[in-house]
């Protein structure tokens, strides 16, 4: 089991808004994509950080998104489509998106639309 699993989704979720504010992006942004992926609402999002919900928690209750298949590409070098565990897929997916708004990808991509 890594140790990303009991990690709190909390201590993360700042790290990806402030990779996205260096590079211009917002915060706003961030909220977004994650609740597209996990089907939470921002209401929902915020419950979890304040709980210092674990990110295996997190995704346990979350009623992912069924266009999350759709994310492709590499994260730390790792296919996101070929992630055996389910979890550390879904934790994979939320990195490849945050990676795209950093990168300054047009929103409506980013969420397949």
């Given at each position: 089991?890594?140790?990303?699993?009991?990690?709190?989704?909390?201590?993360?979720?700042?790290?990806?808004?402030?990779?996205?504010?260096?590079?211009?992006?917002?915060?706003?942004?961030?909220?977004?994509?994650?609740?597209?992926?996990?089907?939470?609402?921002?209401?929902?999002?915020?419950?979890?950080?304040?709980?210092?919900?674990?990110?295996?928690?997190?995704?346990?209750?979350?009623?992912?998104?069924?266009?999350?298949?759709?994310?492709?590409?590499?994260?730390?070098?790792?296919?996101?489509?070929?992630v055996a565990?389910?979890?550390?897929?879904?934790?994979?997916?939320l990195?490849?998106?945050?990676?795209?708004?950093?990168?300054?990808?047009?929103?409506?991509?980013?969420?397949?639309?």
């Amino acid at each position: 089991m890594s140790r990303i699993f009991t990690t709190a989704f909390a201590s993360v979720y700042t790290l990806y808004i402030a990779k996205v504010e260096r590079k211009g992006r917002s915060a706003a942004e961030v909220e977004t994509v994650t609740c597209w992926l996990t089907g939470y609402s921002p209401e929902q999002l915020k419950a979890h950080l304040d709980a210092q919900t674990t990110f295996e928690d997190f995704f346990a209750q979350a009623p992912m998104n069924p266009a999350a298949s759709l994310i492709t590409g590499t994260v730390c070098g790792i296919r996101v489509e070929d992630v055996a565990d389910p979890l550390m897929q879904q934790i994979r997916y939320l990195d490849k998106l945050v990676d795209e708004i950093a990168k300054g990808r047009a929103m409506d991509k980013i969420l397949r639309s």
